[in-house]
């Protein structure tokens, strides 16, 4: 029997338990939670700067509709849709 009990303290001592489930659980939802807010800070700062690069095109585009209005159906829709982008981007320098 001495050598049963010995074996047996020798397996408690090897098996034993981890962190609960929940924990890992935690985890895993912290590190998701962290992946998506660091891919969506991400995608914001690329799109205003995407839309920053934008800003330069826009503004001459506009001036020169300024000089010279469009005269055709659609250079007129052209003109409108630069608008509104100027608008919409926020662009410097712009009315």
Same mark, same amino acid.
Request: charged share 15%; aromatic share 8%.
């Given at each position: /029997?001495?050598?049963?009990?010995?074996?047996? $303290?020798?397996?408690? /001592?090897?098996?034993?338990?981890?962190?609960?489930?929940?924990?890992?659980?935690?985890?895993?939802?912290?590190?998701?939670?962290?992946?998506?807010?660091?891919?969506?800070?991400?995608?914001? $700062?690329?799109?205003?700067?995407?839309?920053?690069? /934008?800003?330069?095109?826009?503004?001459?585009?506009?001036?020169?509709?300024?000089?010279?209005?469009?005269?055709?159906?659609?250079?007129?829709?052209?003109?409108?849709?630069?608008?509104?982008?100027? =608008? =919409?981007?926020?662009?410097?320098?712009?009315?």
């Amino acid at each position: /029997m001495a050598s049963g009990e010995k074996t047996t $303290r020798t397996l408690k /001592m090897r098996t034993h338990p981890g962190p609960p489930f929940i924990y890992w659980i935690i985890a895993c939802f912290v590190s998701c939670l962290a992946v998506t807010l660091a891919s969506v800070v991400f995608a914001v $700062r690329a799109s205003d700067a995407s839309k920053q690069a /934008m800003c330069p095109i826009l503004t001459l585009l506009d001036s020169v509709y300024q000089g010279s209005p469009p005269t055709t159906p659609a250079g007129k829709k052209l003109q409108l849709a630069v608008e509104v982008a100027i =608008r =919409r981007y926020d662009c410097p320098g712009t009315k």
